[in-house]
C-alpha cells in the first residue's frame, strides 16, 4: 500500500477510508447517470458531479485502491456505470447535433425563400 504507517489501526482506516471513496464514486456515477437519463446531462447539477467525479478518480488512481484484487468486483462495477454514462451522454450528444442540424437546414430555408420573395417583389414593382 501506499501508506508508509506502521500501526495497524491506521493502516485499517486508511483502507476503509479508500474504500468509502470508491463508494462515493459509485454513488456520484449513479447520480449522474440518473440525470443523464434524464436528459439532463448538460444542467449545473451534472456539471458539479462531473467535478465531484474527477477529484475522486485523481484520489483513489493516487491510493492505488483498485489495483487490490479483493475490490475487482468494485472496479468491474465503477467501469460499467463510466461506461454506461459515456453512451448515454454521447447518444445525447448525437441527438443534439441532429437537431442542429435540423435547424441550420431550416434556417438556409428561411433565407433562401427570403431572397427569392425580395426578388420577386422587385420584379413586380
Known sequence: MNDS?????DVEFTFDHQVRLVDELKSVL???LQLARQGSS???QFGVLTSKASALVKEIERT???DRNELRYRRETLRKRYEN???IVAA???N???ELSR???GKKTISVYRTNTSSNTDRVL
Open 5 to 9: 504507517r506502521t500501526n495497524s489501526d
Open 30 to 32: 449513479t447520480d449522474q
Open 42 to 44: 448538460t444542467n449545473k
Open 64 to 66: 492505488g485502491i483498485l
Open 85 to 87: 454514462l459515456c453512451l
Open 92 to 94: 445525447q450528444k448525437a
Open 96 to 98: 443534439v447535433c441532429r
Open 103 to 105: 435547424i441550420r437546414k
